[in-house]
């Protein structure tokens, strides 16, 4: 059983910045970690992820260039940056683990055995 904790969400404006934490109790260093987000109305997506040793992928075509997901395991901490906000980015979002053998295993799907946190709303607006 893991528990994880989103933070860092709020209010920007349209080109801004912000970085997202997620951070467990709980060693984080045996778990894949991804980063999703929901808007009313809409499945939940997922938006990067990154594995037990560092590999990293980010998902979307709408958030490449601009976002990165980052893990400091010594303060039990995965990390969403995402700059150039665009008000499409508003959503609540919510970190999962999961369990992997393979050192560079990651996951995409909001389906599954995941362990959640109960996210943190990002509201893009000027």
């Known amino acids: 059983q893991l528990q994880l904790v989103e933070s860092g969400g709020g209010l920007v404006q349209p080109g801004g910045s912000l970085k997202l934490s997620c951070t467990a109790e709980?060693?984080?260093?045996?778990?894949?970690i991804g980063w999703f987000r929901q808007v009313p109305g809409m499945e939940r997506e997922g938006v990067a992820c990154i594995s037990k040793n560092g590999a990293s992928g980010v998902y979307p075509y709408s958030v490449k260039g601009r976002t990165s997901i980052s893990r400091e395991n010594a303060k039990n901490t995965v990390y969403l940056q995402m700059n150039s906000l665009k008000p499409e980015d508003t959503a609540v979002y919510y970190c999962?683990?999961?369990?992997?053998?393979?050192?560079?295993?990651?996951?995409?799907?909001?389906?599954?055995?995941?362990?959640w946190g109960k996210g943190t709303q990002v509201t893009v607006s000027s």
């Open positions: 709980d060693t984080l260093e045996d778990y894949a």
């Open positions: 999962a683990a999961a369990k992997f053998e393979a050192p560079n295993s990651c996951f995409w799907s909001p389906r599954g055995p995941h362990y």
